[in-house]
Each structure stands twice: as C-alpha cells, then as structure tokens.
C-alpha cells in the first residue's frame, strides 16, 4: 500500500522535497529544469532518496544539465534496431518503434522478469541513457534496448558502420 501524492513547483517543490517521499517521479516535463530544482534533486538523491525520471527526447530541450546530477547522460539520437521493432507503416522509420524484454534483477522490474517471454517494454524514438564515468551515485537501469540497437546519428534509419555502434543501451 502507498500513498500518492501530485506536488510540483507550486507547492514548494523546488527547494525541498518531502520528507516522508519514498520516491520522486517525474513524467513528461515539459521544460527544461531550473537549477535550483536539479540542486534540490541532487541533494534527495545524495542523501538516499530515489528519482524515477520519464523523459521524452526532445530536440528543443537539453536534459543532461539535469541528468548530469544524477550521474546520466542522454544521447541526442533515436535509438534503433534492425529486427526488434514493431512494423507499423513497413517503412525504415519503423525501426525507431523499439522493443525490449531485458529487465534488471531491480524489485521495479520482479513482475517482467518472471515472465520475459511474453511482457515487453515498447519504446517510440526513444535516446539513448547512459551512466556517466566517475558518477558517486547508485544508478540502476531497470530495462535495456536488445542487443544490436544503435544510436540513428544521421536519422536515415539504416546503420550505417563507423559513426554507429551496435549495442545495448
């Protein structure tokens, strides 16, 4: 059982968070963050505290001043695979609607990994999240792109070998 609660900025979120939170989540911002929110968020983290961050790669926006202070980095390409995407319009920009059954060993993840075969994650134009060299902080990534995903750098859908590297992110 929990408790859930919606608080933001205007209720004094950007300088403290509470103490009773057992975790912040964040979905969809639609702004970049002020520095005295990414400072509070530093200090929570730093502290114990846990952050869920669900964030949409935009072009219009730079999280990494944000991720930076938790040890993240994001790409600023679409991640793409060849063969584990799901085919909606049969075209090469297909290969940007992503899908994945490799969960971490995190209890947010328990469910997915007792049946991998038949729950998968979906992603559409997804970046690529990476833990930063040196970061002090725990980071625990509880789902990763198969194998042979690549980072689209020059948005042609197709991977091209030099620029591109196949891995999981």
Do not use: C
Not at 22 to 37: G, L, T
Not at 151 to 159: I, K, L, Q, R, S
């Amino acid at each position: 059982f929990f408790l859930l609660r919606v608080e933001g900025v205007d209720q004094g979120l950007a300088n403290k968070i509470p103490e009773d939170a057992a975790v912040v989540v964040i979905a969809r911002p639609r702004r970049e963050f002020a520095d005295v929110e990414i400072q509070t968020l530093r200090t929570w983290v730093q502290s114990g505290g846990s952050v869920l961050a669900l964030l949409d790669p935009d072009p219009q926006l730079n999280w990494n001043p944000f991720l930076s202070y938790l040890g993240l980095a994001m790409g600023q390409s679409s991640v793409a695979h060849d063969s584990k995407y799901r085919p909606e319009t049969h075209l090469p920009s297909d290969r940007l609607l992503i899908y994945s059954n490799n969960f971490s060993s995190h209890a947010s993840a328990t469910r997915a990994n007792r049946d991998p075969a038949n729950l998968v994650a979906a992603f559409s134009g997804a970046a690529a999240l990476e833990k930063l060299k040196g970061t002090d902080l725990k980071v625990n990534f509880t789902i990763t792109t198969e194998p042979g995903s690549w980072e689209d750098v020059n948005g042609n859908f197709e991977f091209d070998a030099g620029p591109e590297t196949k891995k999981s992110f």
